[in-house]
């Protein structure tokens, strides 16, 4: 697996349009290293439950959604290995409760994985806005994922995401979007929390069983962040996310890519076609494969080069 590239960068309104600008992820070392979240967790090897006690000051008592593996999914959110059922179960619960199960189980060699995941900063701890703040990103609203060493499998997700590390260290497994083929992604509706994920254990990969996986790890790309580390992943990017540390804290941005907001989000596109496309005969879908590349893709062509710009329609590039 190949490192991610370092791009060493102030935070800052100049940060958003360079990120944006690039087609691939990039580590950014230290872009968080002056927020006070970030010294409480850079202390995480001699008190691992010093950020507990910091995001206790701004806990408003609004619930979050924890989740816990099964003792057989050995510490991963994911799919039983018959992929009838899901290896963990989830809870909504305070807070404060959640932090005391994390502090129950910091002693335990064998503890299950638990987490409170894509928790909202603003409406749990808001308090923590005022002291963090990050000034690329004015008026996104950021989440916030606590936790062991819980391991979420390979998804992807349609917006630009920034993934920030404020305590314990986080490995990210990335993989291009032109692996998918390779990554044996799951079902599409029955999925642990909206985004589908690869049936592959991150942990154990069978190769015998699934593999093109063999083929997926070659292109992939690695990082291993720290306290006041971050991330860029681009839309679309599969990513593995592996917490290492008894206690972990990461903030996430996610922002939407620039287009039509009035247009049905892609996702929704590809499910449409899906149901549409899937009930025709093979000769019939390999011949919407080529319109479908022709058209939309545009990976050769432009398929409106040769008409008049007033008569291009829903052909002319919007970009």
């Not at 690039?22 to 979240?37: F, H, I, M, N, V």
């Not at 959110?77 to 409760?97: I, P, Q, S």
């Not at 299950?112 to 004015?138: D, H, M, S, Y």
Request: net charge neutral; glycine share 6%; with cysteine.
């Amino acid at each position: 697996m190949t490192p991610v590239k370092t791009w060493p960068t102030p935070d800052g309104p100049a940060l958003r349009p360079g990120l944006e600008a690039r087609a691939e992820p990039l580590l950014l070392p230290g872009l968080l290293s002056d927020w006070p979240a970030v010294q409480v967790g850079q202390a995480g090897h001699v008190a691992p439950l010093a950020i507990c006690d910091y995001l206790r000051r701004f806990d408003q008592g609004v619930e979050v959604l924890a989740t816990k593996t099964r003792a057989a999914a050995r510490g991963v959110m994911g799919y039983n290995d018959a992929l009838t059922d899901f290896a963990f179960v989830k809870a909504r619960m305070g807070l404060a409760e959640f932090m005391a199960h994390l502090q129950a189980y910091l002693p335990q060699r064998d503890a299950p994985a638990i987490a409170a995941q894509c928790a909202k900063v603003g409406e749990v701890i808001p308090g923590f806005l005022e002291e963090n703040r990050l000034l690329a990103l004015p008026g996104v609203q950021p989440n916030f994922w606590l936790g062991n060493a819980l391991t979420v499998p390979v998804h992807h997700d349609h917006p630009h995401n920034l993934a920030c590390v404020v305590a314990g260290r986080r490995r990210f497994t990335l993989f291009p979007p032109e692996q998918v083929g390779n990554l044996y992604i799951g079902p599409l509706e029955h999925t642990p929390s909206g985004a589908p994920i690869s049936v592959v254990h991150p942990k154990a990969p069978d190769l015998a069983r699934y593999p093109r996986y063999r083929e997926a790890l070659a292109a992939a790309r690695v990082a291993e962040l720290g306290p006041g580390d971050a991330l860029y992943i681009p839309p679309l990017w599969f990513h593995q996310v592996e917490a290492l540390e008894p206690v972990n804290l990461l903030v996430n941005y996610w922002w939407p890519v620039a287009g039509d907001a009035q247009q049905p989000a892609p996702a929704a596109v590809l499910m449409q076609a899906l149901q549409v496309l899937n009930a025709l005969p093979p000769a019939q879908r390999e011949a919407w494969a080529a319109m479908f590349d022709h058209y939309v893709v545009q990976r050769e062509q432009d398929p409106a080069a040769h008409i008049p710009a007033a008569w291009q329609g829903v052909l002319a590039r919007r970009r």
